[in-house]
């Protein structure tokens, strides 16, 4: 069974600090994908990023940067010089293959989310 | 703006009350989800709609009720709630079901509170 495991139930950080959320992650199939979500006091889910089990290359997009490490089952999630407007529930999550995915569609598992606050 | 436009965003309504949440994408997406989201904790998946067709159930009570009219529209009905019920409700959808690497997208949701 696939498990996402995100440690930090809550972070609280002021504005222009750096803040990266843990994501930790169990699976046995060798062919998996991770995303990151963002859900703002709005309530809706905002896709961030996915990343592919054989691609481990990190990636960086303006202030938001990925850590995908294989060896540690780990997708960290860093935000550099953060905003008030990163406030927000950050959910990571684990879809594996649909031919050997349980449960739900895709196999789309979330973790419990961390609540980043950013005060001014 | 969210590709993914849910209606209505609030709805408050009785434990007899019959209503229905309403879910619209032009994205040519082919599957479409709902999901419940109680305060303080992850999505869990209600229904996976695959080409209009229930794919997923996961056992939810025969109280919420969907329906998928057309590949863009998505509702679902509601009779006889609990106030456990009370949540807020995500649409999603995705390029296809059964592809694990497909993101969903998702709307803004609807904040249910069952009196």
């Known amino acids: 069974a696939q498990k996402v495991t995100q440690a930090q139930t809550e972070i609280s950080v002021v504005e222009k600090e750096d803040v990266t959320l843990d994501c930790v992650y169990e699976?046995?199939?060798?062919?998996?994908?991770l995303f990151w979500y963002k859900q703002p006091p709005s309530g809706e889910l905002v896709f961030l990023i996915r990343?592919?089990?054989?691609?481990?290359q990190n990636e960086i997009s303006g202030r938001y940067s990925w850590n995908f490490q294989k060896s540690t089952s780990s997708f960290n999630f860093t935000i550099t010089a953060s905003q008030v407007v990163d406030s927000a529930v950050y959910f990571c999550?684990?879809?594996?293959?649909?031919?050997?995915?349980?449960?739900?569609?895709?196999?789309?598992?979330f973790g419990k989310g961390t609540h980043l606050i950013i005060q001014p | 703006d969210t590709e993914v436009t849910q209606t209505p965003k609030h709805l408050v309504m009785g434990m007899t009350n019959k209503k229905s949440l309403k879910c619209e994408q032009h994205m040519g997406h082919r599957a479409m989800y709902w999901y419940k989201q109680k305060a303080k904790k992850p999505p869990e998946l209600m229904f996976v709609?695959?080409?209009?067709?229930?794919?997923i159930n996961e056992s939810v009570p025969s109280r919420f009720s969907p329906e998928c009219p057309n590949s863009s529209l998505l509702n679902l009905h509601l009779h006889a709630l609990q106030p456990e019920d009370s949540a807020l409700y995500l649409c999603a959808s995705s390029q296809e079901y059964g592809q694990g690497n497909q993101p969903q997208h998702f709307g803004d949701g609807t904040r249910l509170s069952i009196l």
């Open positions: 999550a684990l879809s594996e293959e649909a031919a050997k995915a349980g449960g739900g569609a895709d196999g789309l598992t």
């Open positions: 709609y695959s080409y209009e067709k229930l794919s």
């Open positions: 990343r592919n089990s054989f691609d481990e």
């Open positions: 699976t046995r199939d060798t062919t998996y994908y």
